[in-house]
């Protein structure tokens, strides 16, 4: 066994050693796979068409019929989750919603966005909107919720080691560059129609800046302060939840503002399978070529986004400041 690794590892340090080997070696692997597909283009007289979207639906139906009851206890959870927060907030006075929003305004992001948030609450107000704006804001905060749940964890450990960091950033590019429209399958499928797999397709859009930025953050905490804290004798625990996630917090921060954002704009995406709300007034309105009806909801939309983003930009930046 000794005698049989021994010329592997005098091969792998001659190849680390100069790189030009290595180019060479991903050359002839690279020139072997042309020449086998080569082959098998030639052999079959034309070329090679991979069975891709069999061997997935052959795995999305395994998946169906193997994981039913766990799809089945996450729809339950969502929607028990989802469903309460909608009641609640369609259970509010608007006066008591907007007054709200306001103080949270104020108190972040000054009296300027608590003055723009109340006469942007009350003109949805004045277009009728206001049901489907709090809709839209249940789904928006259930998945922001579930998203960070997920995604701040995933990326403290990326952070922490670099063999998940490996793994985690090829499945977050391929989350980023899918079409928003695919993400809706999947859901579909799994969950039925409704806000369930509306709120699904919203969290697996909307959780990966929550993951980049997260690792990102913590990652750019300086490493002179890192050993001074292992100096001290600071347990991991310790030098995570009170050095390297405090000085990450304006990243992390950054990560909760993209999160809300892209999960806006998939909740209007996700009207496509009845997730409702805001979005159900666009989809409505560009089958009937109601160019009024669409604008308005458009509006309504393009303010709910403005104080969502004006109000954690806010919060991120005196996060920074503290730190200063």
Known sequence: MAATSKPVNELTQQIQGRPWLRWMLWLGVTAVLLLVAWGLNDFRGGYYELPVADVVNVGMDWLLITLDPFFDAIKAAMAFLLNNLEDFMLWLPWWVTIIFIALIAWRV???????FSIVAMYF???LGLWELCMETLALIATAVLVSLVIGIPIGILAARSDRVDNIVRPV???MQTMP???YLIPALMFFGIGTVPGVIATVIFAVPPAVRLTNL??????????????TFGSTERQLLFKVQLPLALPSIMA????TIMLSLSMVVLAALIAAGGLGREVIMALGQVDIGR???AGVAIVL???ILDRVTQSLGRRSGAKLK
């Not at 992001?109 to 003055?115: E, L, P, T």
């Not at 953050?217 to 292992?230: F, N, W």
């Not at 990560?255 to 993209?258: A, E, K, L, M």
């Open 217 to 230: 953050g913590i990652r750019q905490v300086p490493k002179d302060l890192v050993e001074a804290a292992h």
């Open 180 to 182: 928003a429209f695919v």
């Open 304 to 306: 709910v986004a403005m």
């Open 255 to 258: 990560g909760v503002n993209q």
């Open 294 to 296: 669409g604008f308005a």
């Open 109 to 115: 992001a000054g009296s300027r966005i608590a003055i």
């Open 172 to 174: 977050l590019d391929a």
């Open 124 to 126: 949805i107000l004045s």
